[in-house]
């Protein structure tokens, strides 16, 4: 049962323009949530986070919102860029376990 | 800098073989993780182990041993490769909740 899910496989954006991937989750007890990104051929790299706590977190062109009534989260990307054109993994924690829990992805792609 | 080391970037095996894929962390986690990685699948955790000589079961399990007797080292052994378990094969450890990825090992079973 999916408790982590990315319901976009894909998403394309214009070079410049805002990038927003979503992701819903199931669990109550998740207590971070987390973004990566995977290149072809690459294990996933860690994007940003944002604790269970908080509704917002921003690092450079990267913000992740977090609403917990809705159970739901996304990424922002701006400006997007070519390089951001990779997988995005949305993954969760619960506050009593050890391994995270992963969406299946959503595929961006930025074109010039 | 953080690195998890899988042996391996890509292996061909044939079906019915018993295959050792082997994973190396040098940055004393205590958890180290085994997932695969299919298109429309995402991320799926096979085992986990949270300390020496301890696993735990993931999602996916079956067809699937590992092994940790050291800290830094975390093997996943397919007892019996079959050409369903082709697959990009993602190794990581953590201390906290991040969690630091391998290049992964892109696995073919023939």
């Known amino acids: 049962d999916q408790q982590v899910k990315q319901n976009s496989p894909s998403l394309s954006v214009q070079e410049g323009r805002i990038s927003i991937l979503n992701c819903d989750y199931t669990n109550s007890m998740f207590d971070y949530f987390l973004w990566y990104k995977k290149y072809p051929a690459e294990g996933p790299t860690f994007l940003i986070s944002i604790s269970s706590i908080k509704d917002k977190n921003e690092d450079g062109r990267f913000t992740v919102f977090l609403n917990k009534s809705a159970k739901h989260l996304s990424l922002h990307i701006v400006p997007s860029q070519p390089g951001d054109s990779a997988v995005y993994f949305c993954a969760a924690r619960d506050h009593s376990g050890y391994a995270l829990n992963f969406g299946k992805g959503t595929s961006l792609l930025v074109t010039p | 800098d953080v690195k998890v080391t899988q042996s391996s970037r890509y292996l061909v095996k044939r079906t019915g073989e018993k295959v050792f894929l082997e994973c190396v962390q040098d940055m004393d986690h205590e958890n180290m993780f085994w997932y695969r990685q299919d298109p429309g699948l995402g991320l799926r955790l096979i085992y986990f182990?949270?300390?020496?000589?301890?696993?735990e079961k993931g999602d996916i399990p079956e067809g699937y041993s590992v092994s940790r007797e050291k800290k830094e080292r975390f093997s996943l052994i397919l007892e019996s490769a079959s050409t369903n378990q082709t697959s990009m094969y993602l190794c990581?450890?953590?201390?906290?909740?991040?969690?630091?990825f391998g290049q992964g090992t892109r696995l073919t079973v023939v």
């Open positions: 990581a450890s953590s201390r906290g909740y991040e969690a630091f």
């Open positions: 182990s949270y300390d020496v000589k301890m696993k």
